[in-house]
């Protein structure tokens, strides 16, 4: 069955486009509703669970289990810092040729991949070396 393309849909897609926070739900919907005041939290949750299943945005699970969504299309792997909780992008890292080198050595397929690393970013790291 084809998922519509609906309005309020597109305001979730564009929010989580702009959006280098790597919201919850929760502050999903808080950030759609000042623009949409009539959406409900359902429907945010149903849409942003659509377009993570069409892979238009990503699901990144923390520490704690909460789930945080990032609708950056560029290829990058997340850090997650054990300090601060802050997620964060890394980008320019040859995923691609490393998922290639995974698959090939191991004779798999792989159709997609969530790489993050669990550290310290880079304000943390310079707390903890002092």
């Given at each position: 069955m084809k998922k519509r393309n609906t309005?309020?849909?597109q305001i979730i897609l564009e929010t989580l486009r702009k959006d280098k926070t790597h919201p919850t739900i929760t502050e999903i919907y808080e950030k759609v509703s000042k623009k949409q005041k009539?959406?409900?939290?359902?429907?945010v949750y149903r849409?942003?669970?659509?377009?993570?299943?069409?892979?238009?945005?990503?699901?990144?699970?923390?520490?704690e289990g909460n789930f945080h969504y990032d609708g950056n299309e560029k290829e990058h792997i997340h850090l997650i810092c054990k300090n601060?909780?802050?997620i964060?992008?890394?980008f320019d890292t040859n995923q691609a040729e490393?998922?290639?080198?995974?698959?090939?050595?191991?004779?798999?397929?792989?159709?997609?991949a969530n790489i993050t690393f669990e550290g310290f970013c880079s304000e943390c790291k310079?707390?903890?070396?002092?």
């Open positions: 309005k309020q849909k009539n959406i409900g939290k359902a429907t849409n942003v669970n659509d377009l993570v299943d069409n892979d238009q945005v990503k699901k990144i699970v923390d520490e601060c909780k802050k964060i992008d890394i490393f998922i290639e080198t995974v698959a090939k050595e191991n004779s798999i397929l792989i159709e997609s310079k707390l903890l070396s002092k």
